[in-house]
């Protein structure tokens, strides 16, 4: 198949024309249950109709004007940000590394205004997913990212999450602040402890560092909190979130306590589309539904409902499954078969679910679905988990 696009995307040989909620539905009336969200994009699910009505609303009256004007409704998304969150400050962009690039420049920065220069390194951690622009892929140093992109971009140390030794003896003279992913997205859904949150902080605070969190994928209600770190009580000085905030419009923010951003005075930094009128009306909207009372006990309600029978499901089928892991609706399942046959499978069920690092896929539904679809969701990987069991004792059987 010859395609006008760049080859960087194994594509799934699959068009949708149509979502509503949790359904995707091809052009010949196939129905798919979303389970992947577009990655933790669409966090309310297809069409929702307060985004349709934000979006064509502002559709009708401005696009863009650029950041050299004021943009009200960009004022009232920040101010709703910061009212919801530690930080006071909000600087938009248009994607989720873009988000982790402003963290970056703003600690270094940070540094620099102290008259410290020469801090620029951050720490970051195995199996970390920050991004694909070249200080991102840096930062999040996986091999396969980096390979033949030319010298990796300095100042990024990377430790084990469950190394504390390795990370206290990686703080040094040069250090700036440490990153990492309240829960690891891409490497696996691995949630990181709430303790060793605390821990980052406190060392943060004994070196002077700052802790910057990407919550690009769990942001905005995703593990069941407005934002993952609250399940720890610690705060950082930076957040980087995008994915879901935008329900699907691309939309992207790095949050910062003034002191953290005090180097970023104007002219430091910029961006000629983050935050234009169409994102930001789609952003407000989506806050108007997540910040809702009782909406995130909605989420943590069907969360306990998937991880309990999906534990069930572990039980019934060791062979498939090992692990359930996660937080809220970002779940993952690791597996002891290849997660791309699971997920081939799961497609055949007309089942989306995205694969992750370290052999699991991801469940990502958007928070918006309701205990029915849910349970549906969970005959369709009970279906699959008993086919591709069934399929193994058979190649068992043929072997023998
Ligand atoms: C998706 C993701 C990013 C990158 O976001 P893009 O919008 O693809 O640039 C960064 N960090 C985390 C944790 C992510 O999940």
Known sequence: MTSPLLPTFARVDLQFEQGQGVWLATRDGERYLDFGSGIAVNSLGHAHPHLVEALTRQAGKLWHTSNLFRIPEGERLAQRLVDNSFADQVFYTNSGAEALECAIKMARKYHAANGQPERYRIITFEGAFHGRTLATIAAGGQAKYLEGFGPKVDGFDQVRVDDAEALKAAIGPATAAILIEPVQGEGGVRVVPPAKLRELRKLCDEHGLLLILDEVQTGVGRTGKLFAHEWSGVTPDIMAIAKGIGGGFPLGACLSTLEAGKGM????????????????????????????????????????????????????????????????????????????????????????????????????????????????????????????????????AGAA
Not at 303 to 320: G, K, N, T, Y
Not at 349 to 361: F, K, M, S
């Open 265 to 396: 005075t104007a002219g430091t930094h910029g961006t000629t589309f983050g935050g234009n009128p169409l994102a930001v009306a789609v952003g407000n909207a989506v806050l108007d539904v997540v910040l809702a009372p009782g909406f995130l006990d909605h989420v943590n309600q069907i969360s306990l409902l998937l991880r309990q029978r999906l534990a069930e499901l572990r039980d019934r089928f060791p062979h498939i499954i090992a692990e359930v892991r996660g937080e809220g609706l970002l779940l993952g399942l690791k597996l002891n078969v290849p997660n791309t046959s699971f997920a081939a499978a799961a497609l055949d069920e007309r089942l989306i679910l995205v694969g992750a690092g370290d052999n699991t896929v991801r469940l990502l539904p958007p928070l918006t679905i309701t205990e029915d679809e849910a349970r549906e969701g969970l005959a369709r990987l009970e279906a699959v988990a008993g086919r591709l069991q069934r399929e193994a004792r058979g190649a068992a």
